[in-house]
């Protein structure tokens, strides 16, 4: 079993730049990659991010390739997601999910419950 906890929302100004964390605990949460997802109302889940723990693979959606970084603490089992530049259509409830590599929500086993991220414009 794999638990996943997501902090760092909240509400952001249009060009701003928010961090979100994901601590990740259990006893096999290391073999998995580590995804980022965004849902905003009315839509889907759509794939933000994914890497691996050993940090030698990272892969970006194209809407945020060049704005938001995805990276590895080991030390703390922690994965962070550091959004720059951010956008009005950012805005989202943001989940960390553990899983195989890949953009589907089906090759993901294990999610956080969501931390809320708002761009104003």
């Known amino acids: 079993q794999v638990q996943l906890v997501e902090s760092g929302g909240g509400l952001v100004q249009a060009g701003g730049s928010l961090r979100l964390s994901c601590a990740a605990s259990?006893?096999?949460?290391?073999?998995?990659?580590m995804g980022w997802f965004r849902q905003a109302p009315g839509k889907e889940r759509e794939f933000v991010a994914v890497?691996?723990?050993?940090?030698?693979?990272?892969y970006y959606a194209d809407s945020v390739k060049g704005r938001f970084t995805i990276s590895i603490d080991n030390a703390k089992n922690t994965v962070y997601l550091q959004m720059n530049s951010l956008k009005p259509e950012d805005t989202a409830v943001y989940y960390c999910?553990?899983?195989?590599?890949?953009?589907?929500?089906?090759?993901?086993?294990?999610w956080g419950q969501g931390t809320q991220v708002t761009v104003s414009s």
């Open positions: 890497t691996k723990w050993s940090g030698e693979s990272t």
């Open positions: 259990g006893r096999t949460f290391s073999r998995y990659a």
């Open positions: 999910a553990a899983g195989s590599w890949g953009e589907t929500i089906y090759k993901y086993a294990y």
